[in-house]
């Protein structure tokens, strides 16, 4: 017999972990770090491909396959979980993501694509890993809540990405500082993954 929540009747919903919970705050900076490779890329890609003097073809193909790799990354970053862990895949794709902001500064076209669709695709599975990694350490019931509370990461990497690359390139008339913070941010990302404990399996 269970409430309307999915408790059992007469037992409490367990309490969501608060924002100052240490999980979280680890499970946070890792999704703003690679958020913040995510959409330097999108936002920056463009002017990146150009510098570097690249045909305009190659941009668009750049942009393409920036998306393809997402949309890619979004429909298996949940089964890739499934076959590592979400431990792997968040160390993976931080790893995945430094590798292809350091290809789209480069002058190579196929550099530079094959870079974008790994960027696009690490990116694209954090949205179907991150649900999975959640449950694996607080349990199945608080995917939602503690999700809800990660994506400020979201947000705030939303907001310093973009503002800060184009103040960068103010600066300094190139992308590569901006690309250095991502890659920092993705090593300190995969270091958080690597210190992580194997998922307790916590019941659900």
Request: glycine share 14%; aromatic share 6%; with cysteine.
């Amino acid at each position: 017999d269970r409430s309307v929540d999915g408790a059992p009747s007469g037992q409490a919903s367990p309490t969501p972990p608060s924002f100052a919970d240490p999980g979280i705050v680890v499970l946070g900076i890792a999704f703003f770090a690679i958020c913040y490779g995510g959409l330097l890329a999108i936002s920056q890609t463009a002017g990146m491909v150009a510098s570097n003097g690249l045909s305009p073809r190659t941009i668009d193909t750049t942009l393409a396959m920036l998306t393809v790799g997402y949309l890619g990354g979004s429909l298996l970053g949940g089964k890739l979980v499934e076959v590592t862990s979400g431990r792997a895949t968040l160390i993976g794709a931080s790893i995945l993501i430094a590798i292809g902001l350091t290809s789209l500064n480069l002058s190579s076209p196929v550099v530079v694509i094959a870079g974008a669709l790994a960027v696009g695709a690490a990116f694209g599975s954090s949205a179907s890993f991150m649900p999975i990694l959640i449950g694996e350490r607080f349990g199945a019931a608080m995917i939602g809540p503690v999700y809800g509370k990660l994506i400020v990461s979201y947000g705030l990497a939303g907001l310093v990405a973009p503002w800060l690359s184009g103040l960068l390139f103010e600066r300094t008339g190139g992308y590569m500082s901006a690309v250095w913070i991502g890659i920092a941010l993705c090593a300190l990302s995969a270091l958080l993954g690597a210190m992580m404990a194997k998922a307790p399996n916590p019941a659900t």
